[in-house]
């Protein structure tokens, strides 16, 4: 059984680029999570999907943030324009409802 | 505002000692995981808990919703025991919203 699935692994992009990372959730899950994780601010959570519909959409994040669900088996997080403080690893996450959650290995983001 | 948070931050225990780590919520929730995460790794789930007592090997939890907390015990330590501890709760009604505190950095010596 696969478990969630991102990538890239690693980007680098320059200042003000566009950057699109994907997942693809364990199979069946229905919620779907994007997450931030930084050393001074932990995990943050971008967005969160239930049965493809946007629950969450990262508040804060929302400017410059936007994840989608195309189907029930990926998702995609674009960050555009991008800048520097956006360097972080970015975590998805699946689960079945009310249930334990699986994350994926993440995608490390420098931004130069 | 921090709506979970984590005590301690860090830790450093010997080999085969006890660790008690704390969660406290500022908000209710009824849904409590515990995660582990290896520097550079993935996180893994350790215990979903939410409320009463849960065990998994030297892994014990026990969370009392009314008060607002829950806690993770490790039992006689090991090395590989090292790494950053994460508590989440669920935020939210109608909604499966999971929020993560800090983390509790364990370090066990040999």
Redesign the interface.
């Given at each position: 059984d696969a478990g969630v699935t991102q990538t890239p692994r690693h980007e680098v992009a320059e200042k003000g680029q566009t950057i699109i990372l994907k997942c693809e959730p364990v199979s069946g899950h229905n919620d779907l999570f994007w997450y931030r994780q930084t050393k001074i601010q932990g995990l943050e959570l971008l967005s969160y999907f239930r049965s493809k519909s946007l629950m969450e959409d990262g508040g804060a994040f929302k400017d410059r943030f936007k994840a989608e669900m195309l189907n029930s088996s990926f998702s995609t997080l674009k960050i555009q324009p991008t800048e520097p403080k956006d360097s972080a690893v970015y975590l998805c996450a699946s689960s079945a409802s009310k249930n334990t959650l699986y994350f994926g290995a993440g995608t490390r983001l420098s931004v130069l | 505002e921090q709506q979970v948070q984590q005590s301690p931050a860090s830790l450093v225990l010997q080999e085969a000692e006890n660790a008690e780590l704390q969660c406290s919520f500022s908000i209710f929730t009824n849904?409590v995981?515990w995660?582990y995460q290896r520097p550079g790794g993935?996180?893994?789930?350790l215990l979903?808990n939410p409320s009463g007592t849960k065990q998994s090997g030297r892994l014990t939890s026990t969370t009392v919703i009314k008060e607002r907390r829950s806690s993770l015990h490790i039992s006689s330590s090991q090395i590989t025991d090292s790494g950053t501890y994460?508590c989440?709760m669920e935020r939210g009604t109608n909604?499966?919203?999971?929020?993560?505190?800090?983390?509790t950095h364990l370090h066990v010596l040999p």
């Open positions: - | 849904q995981q995660f993935r996180l893994v789930s979903y994460l989440a909604a499966y919203k999971v929020i993560f505190g800090k983390g």
